[in-house]
């Protein structure tokens, strides 16, 4: 789960370790909770576009992973 708290129009994208995208959201709402728990363990890369952040991490999931 990633827990994002923000008031402006993000877009939440998730890729695995080759670069295919397994995951795409786009938001605007203050809160958002967001469920990985069908994605299988492994290195991921999320990004987190918005108008003001433009950021990227490497996330590591596993079936008990919770992302705030």
Partial sequence: TIDLNS???TTINIYTVIGK?????ET???SNIIDL?????GIY???IIS?????????VIT???TLH
Avoid at 21 to 25: A, C, H, N, R, T
Avoid at 37 to 41: E, F
Avoid at 51 to 59: C, F, G, M, V
């Fill in 51 to 59: 108008e003001k952040n433009n950021d990227a991490k490497q996330i």
């Fill in 28 to 30: 605007s709402k203050f």
């Fill in 37 to 41: 728990s069908s994605l299988t363990g």
């Fill in 45 to 47: 890369s999320l990004r």
């Fill in 21 to 25: 995208l397994v995951y795409s959201k």
């Fill in 63 to 65: 079936n008990s992973t």
């Fill in 7 to 9: 008031n402006e129009k």
